[in-house]
């Protein structure tokens, strides 16, 4: 995999939810190889927010919008002209699809309509990437990595949400770009890790909320088995697909962005090593709480992704905890987090070439 920083240099780049945990993380990376990065989002989504804390507003272009508000939307990608847009806006969280459908369906597939449109408006966008969710798939819980060409059929109302934000971006190809200089695809990653996401209803957030209380970390569903990877993963994916494209349109495409097999464990696994990796004697315990229905077994096929641009994943499952802690330490010591954060993307990148 390679992503050429010096492309990147001045590049116009628009990110709807740049506000959230892979959002700020794409905006930190952007701006540090030199793109000029405009992020369109609501505000921050939890009280404690990586965007926040990096003060991003000071070396990109914030914009406080609403995916669903077509006219500002439209507004804000007229005026800034971009060549290569990232969609990351979304509500992401399977529970609340559950609790509030509407607002689901409204943000996930609306709001990839509305920026559709306003891109449809444009000529300057070269490369779109829309970044949907390894649950957009009709999950059979089957053993086998699900591919890019199996069934788009999300159960419940959030992953179908976003199979319906396949659909649409897929629509709007035929129906619209197909005589443009715009090449568009979308990425499909599972579950991230990373220093900074402080989101809800996560079992990483859970465990750092946890480890900075020295409290035991609720875990409520231990047999479940999920692809994670580290965010920097599917993020320099995404890099590379948007920039490929922007290069040859003939790479654009549909593509699954997971960790290779080793790393798709059971939540009690996962907890287990970050236990471990923690220290401080911290601990773990089942907790039995009634829930909507959510898949226990779910897996990636990324082997478009490896044969098209000799795609590997970097770290492990285990590295990518340790990066996480080391984040969270210097965050609970009040420390440097950006010189940890570009020191991440450094030894990443440098891994890469």
Request: with cysteine; charged share 25%.
């Amino acid at each position: 995999m390679i992503v050429n920083k010096e492309f990147w240099k001045g590049k116009k780049v628009f990110i709807t939810g740049h506000t959230g945990f892979k959002g700020a993380w794409l905006s930190f990376i952007l701006s540090s190889f030199g793109a000029d990065v405009t992020g369109y989002a609501l505000e921050a989504p939890t009280t404690i927010s990586i965007f926040n804390l990096l003060k991003l507003t000071k070396i990109m272009h914030s914009i406080r919008g609403d995916v669903r508000n077509f006219m500002v939307l439209r507004k804000m990608i007229a005026q800034y002209q971009p060549e290569i847009v990232f969609h990351l806006a979304a509500q992401p969280l399977v529970l609340e699809g559950y609790n509030n459908p509407p607002l689901t369906y409204e943000t996930n597939v609306m709001g990839t309509v509305n920026l559709l449109e306003s891109i449809r408006r444009v000529d300057s966008v070269r490369s779109f990437v829309n970044v949907t969710t390894d649950k957009v798939y009709y999950n059979h819980e089957w053993e086998y990595g699900y591919r890019e060409s199996d069934l788009l059929d999300g159960i419940d109302p959030y992953s179908n949400s976003k199979s319906c934000s396949e659909l649409v971006t897929n629509c709007y190809v035929r129906s619209f770009f197909y005589d443009r200089q715009l090449a568009v695809s979308t990425a499909r990653a599972g579950n991230v890790i990373g220093g900074g996401d402080f989101a809800e209803h996560r079992i990483i957030p859970d465990c750092v909320r946890a480890a900075l209380k020295h409290a035991k970390i609720e875990v409520r569903n231990p047999n479940s088995i999920r692809p994670y990877q580290h965010v920097f993963e599917p993020l320099f994916a995404y890099m590379m697909i948007a920039e490929a494209q922007y290069n040859d349109p003939m790479y654009a495409g549909n593509y699954n962005v997971g960790p290779d097999p080793d790393d798709c464990i059971t939540t009690e696994n996962l907890v287990s090593m970050f236990c471990g990796l923690w220290g401080e004697g911290l601990e773990w315990e089942a907790r039995s709480i009634e829930q909507p229905h959510e898949a226990n077994f779910l897996r990636l096929d990324c082997s478009k992704l490896k044969a098209t641009f000799g795609w590997e994943p970097r770290w492990s499952v285990r590295e990518a905890l340790e990066k996480t802690i080391e984040w969270t330490k210097i965050y609970r010591e009040k420390g440097r987090l950006a010189d940890c954060m570009s020191a991440q993307v450094d030894e990443y990148v440098e891994g890469l070439m």
